[in-house]
C-alpha cells in the first residue's frame, strides 16, 4: 500500500504535469475563441482522465506486488536463494558449453597446423628431389634463386612450427583448461 505521504507527492507531481500540458496546449490554443475554448476544455477533461487512469493503474501494480511478495516470502523464504542457484547454475552450464566450443576450435586449429606442417614438409622434400634431379646449371642466377627458395621454405617451416608451438604452450593455459 502507498503512504500518506507518497500518494500526496504523486497527487502533487500529476498536477504539475497537468499544468504543464495546461500551458503547452494553452499556447497552442488560445482560449479567446469559444470554438478551440470547448475544444481545449475537453482535451483538458481527456487528460486530466488519462492521467487518473495510469495513476490508477500504478496504485494498482505496486499494491499487487506488495501482496505477491509478502505472499511469496511467507510460503517460501529460500526463493530468493533458489533462482540465484539457478541463474549460477545456467551461467555456470553456458560457459562450460563455450569453453568446450573453444576447445574443440583450438583442437581443430593445432590439427590444421599440423597438417599445413606436413604439407609443407613434403614440398620442401619434392623441392629438393626436383632440384637434386636436374642437371646442375653453371649460371649465377640460378644458383641464386635456388639458394633463396631454399631459405623461403626454411623461413616457413619455421614460421608454423613457431605457430604450432605457441598454439600448444599458450592457448590452453590461457583459459586454465591445461590443467585438468
Not at 576450435?105 to 590444421?112: F, G, P, R, V, Y
Amino acid at each position: 500500500m502507498m503512504k500518506g505521504g507518497d500518494s500526496c507527492s504523486n497527487k502533487n507531481g500529476f498536477e504539475r504535469t497537468i499544468r504543464t500540458v495546461y500551458a503547452q496546449k494553452k499556447a497552442e490554443h488560445p482560449t479567446g475563441d469559444d470554438m478551440n475554448g470547448g475544444l481545449y476544455e475537453a482535451m483538458r477533461k481527456e487528460l486530466r482522465h488519462a492521467v487518473e487512469e495510469i495513476r490508477m493503474e500504478i496504485e494498482h501494480s505496486m499494491e499487487k506486488t506488495n501482496i505477491d511478495s509478502l505472499q511469496s516470502g511467507k510460503s517460501d523464504g529460500f526463493q530468493g536463494g533458489s533462482t540465484l542457484r539457478k541463474n549460477h547454475a545456467t551461467k555456470l552450464e553456458q560457459s562450460e558449453k563455450c569453453r568446450q566450443d573453444l576447445l574443440a576450435k583450438l583442437l581443430s586449429e593445432k590439427q590444421l597446423g599440423r597438417d599445413i606442417s606436413k604439407i609443407v614438409k613434403e614440398l620442401l622434400s619434392d623441392s629438393k628431389n626436383t632440384v637434386s634431379e636436374k642437371p646442375s646449371r653453371a649460371r649465377r642466377r640460378s644458383n641464386d634463386r635456388s639458394r633463396m627458395s631454399e631459405r623461403l621454405t626454411e623461413e616457413a617451416e619455421k614460421y608454423f612450427e613457431d605457430f604450432i608451438s605457441n598454439v600448444e604452450d599458450t592457448d590452453i593455459f590461457i583459459f586454465g583448461w591445461g590443467k585438468e
